[in-house]
């Protein structure tokens, strides 16, 4: 049975930093990625990496502040989150098992975790 449990969810003050960490078990997975959904909004891409580790993918608003990252031993994926805005409050999601060319689309992805509640304050 597959299983993704996300962890390091929190409140945090706005230019602050959280580290999010997936935990997978029952498969590994070639690609891993990081969704988040806000309130009233759907849910929306974040980063994907691939098995290598060097092959990534982020959204346009987070390059350069969210980093992810992978232990394939642990069999875990991780978003180092940076400078933190209040518009990336949302509930993030580990995600598992997107062709790499889809890693956009939620609908591709076969396994999610339950999500960890980020909030950052003004």
């Known amino acids: 049975q597959v299983q993704l449990v996300e962890s390091g969810g929190g409140v945090v003050q706005a230019g602050g930093s959280l580290r999010l960490s997936c935990a997978t078990s029952?498969?590994?997975?070639?690609?891993m990625g990081w969704f988040r959904q806000a309130p009233g909004k759907e849910r929306e891409f974040v980063a994907a990496?691939?098995?290598?580790?060097?092959?990534?993918k982020y959204a346009d608003s987070v390059k350069g502040r969210f980093t992810i990252s992978r232990d394939n031993v642990k069999n875990t994926v991780s978003l180092q989150t940076n400078s933190l805005k209040p518009e990336d409050t949302a509930v993030y999601y580990c995600?598992?098992?997107?062709?790499?060319?889809?890693?956009?689309?939620?609908?591709?992805?076969?396994?999610w975790g339950q999500g960890t509640q980020v909030t950052v304050s003004s």
């Open positions: 995600a598992a098992g997107s062709p790499w060319d889809a890693v956009p689309s939620p609908n591709e992805w076969g396994y």
């Open positions: 029952g498969r590994i997975f070639s690609v």
């Open positions: 990496i691939r098995w290598s580790g060097y092959d990534t």
